[in-house]
């Protein structure tokens, strides 16, 4: 079986997990200072702030820009559920926007729609999704008109770019996920990004207990903090993570020449944009009446040993506990997104063979 994610861990990661072991040192210490300010200088952003995975780190960042109960937060409905659960753990509510056919991303245009219906909303909260950078152009012009905070939701995009600037270093804050199966892994693991210093300030309250000194608590906090195990994974990682993004680039080069069935729409990536393939994502086209078409390749691949996903098959709102909260969305282009999409492996532990495999059984498909 080609597994759809496979982290690449080396002897540098063993070495520094031995390190930290005996070092003695093993919660938060010396090593993650080091990674914030290896991914900071990485990403050209002011501040950073590790946590103790993405989840933690989305919830962190909208803490520490203030949202809270009664706020409204413009999302993406067709995202991995923390995206939005993060709203709800402040107790803000989530307003859904749709999606760009072609990126997956949130679309501009009717982004500008809901910040007319919804004047009142506190921040916008975007992903980048699959590593292909949103058009931050058009969305950061519409938040700063419109007087929403920034939140970009960086853990699939390590690395893309959006008209030569990284992504997470155009809104207020960013927020990147280690899990194993993203561009650069730590086990679990999260980082928070921001550009001034007071919000810095703020998120390292809220991941440490609300204490700016120690045993004073001056608000509310958690314990969303990283360890120095996964910092010193993290700290390799990142050295490694420009020759993962250009093999993930690299391999979805080879897939899109090799894909020829014409049920399947390979992914974009439009002009000015660096994708850094999270995921290598292709539309099945249900032509006609076979709403199952896309459960059927699904199937065809696995039998085959092609490992794949759905990401993701249902749109936020239309999950049982977004349901029952009474929250809902009217996003067409995302759901139909949700009923055609599949993931390709792409990962940087792909042969050649693999890649051929994948291209063949793919276009064997009818
Ligand atoms: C993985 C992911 C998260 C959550 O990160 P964890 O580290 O797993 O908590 C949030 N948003 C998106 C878009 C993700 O892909």
């Given at each position: 079986m080609i597994p759809i994610a496979q982290p690449i861990i080396g002897e540098e990661e063993l070495k520094g997990v031995m390190e930290v072991l005996r070092s003695g040192e093993l919660a938060a210490g010396r090593y993650?200072?080091?990674?914030?300010?290896?991914?900071?200088?990485?990403?050209?952003?002011?501040?950073?702030?590790?946590?103790?995975?993405?989840?933690?780190?989305?919830?962190?960042?909208?803490?520490a820009l203030g949202i809270g109960p009664g706020d409204e937060v413009l999302t993406?409905?067709?995202s991995f559920i923390a995206t939005a659960n993060s709203i709800l753990y402040v107790g803000a509510r989530p307003v859904f926007v749709d999606i760009d056919e072609k990126t997956f991303n949130l679309d501009p245009g009717a982004l500008e729609e809901t910040c007319r219906l919804h004047s009142g909303a506190k921040a916008l909260l975007l992903v980048h999704l699959y590593g292909h950078p949103a058009?931050?152009?058009?969305?950061?012009?519409?938040?700063?008109?419109?007087?929403?905070?920034?939140?970009?939701?960086?853990?699939?995009?390590?690395?893309?770019?959006?008209?030569?600037?990284?992504?997470?270093?155009?809104?207020?804050?960013?927020?990147?996920?280690?899990?194993?199966?993203?561009n650069m892994t730590t086990g679990e693991g999260g980082m928070v990004t921001c550009r001034d210093e007071d919000v810095a300030q703020r998120i390292r309250s809220v991941v440490n207990h609300g204490q700016a000194v120690r045993y004073t608590h001056e608000t509310l906090g958690y314990n969303f903090r990283m360890t120095n195990f996964q910092a010193a994974i993290g700290l390799e990682q990142l050295k490694k993570l420009p020759g993962f993004?250009?093999?993930?680039?690299?391999?979805?080069?080879?897939?899109?020449?090799?894909?020829?069935?014409?049920?399947?729409?390979?992914?974009?990536?439009?002009?000015?944009c660096k994708h850094v393939y999270h995921q290598y994502t292709v539309r099945v086209k249900a032509k006609g009446k076979d709403p199952e078409k896309r459960e059927h390749f699904v199937r065809y691949l696995q039998q085959r040993g092609i490992g794949c996903r759905v990401h993701y098959p249902r749109v936020i709102y239309r999950q049982p506990l977004y349901q029952g909260l009474g929250l809902t969305g009217r996003c067409p282009v995302a759901e139909?997104?949700?009923?055609?999409?599949?993931?390709?492996?792409?990962?940087?532990?792909?042969t050649k063979r693999d890649l051929e495999l994948i291209i063949n059984t793919v276009n064997g498909y009818r």
């Open positions: 993650v200072a080091r990674f914030e300010e290896g991914f900071r200088s990485f990403l050209g952003a002011n501040f950073a702030v590790a946590t103790s995975s993405g989840t933690t780190g989305l919830h962190a960042a909208l803490a993406t409905p067709f058009s931050m152009t058009e969305i950061m012009k519409l938040a700063r008109e419109s007087g929403l905070k920034v939140v970009e939701d960086c853990a699939q995009a390590h690395g893309a770019e959006y008209r030569d600037q990284r992504v997470g270093t155009f809104g207020d804050v960013a927020v990147f996920s280690f899990y194993p199966t993203k993004n250009r093999k993930r680039r690299h391999n979805a080069a080879r897939l899109s020449a090799g894909i020829n069935n014409g049920m399947l729409e390979t992914p974009v990536e439009l002009p000015g139909k997104a949700a009923r055609e999409v599949v993931s390709l492996p792409v990962h940087p532990a792909l």
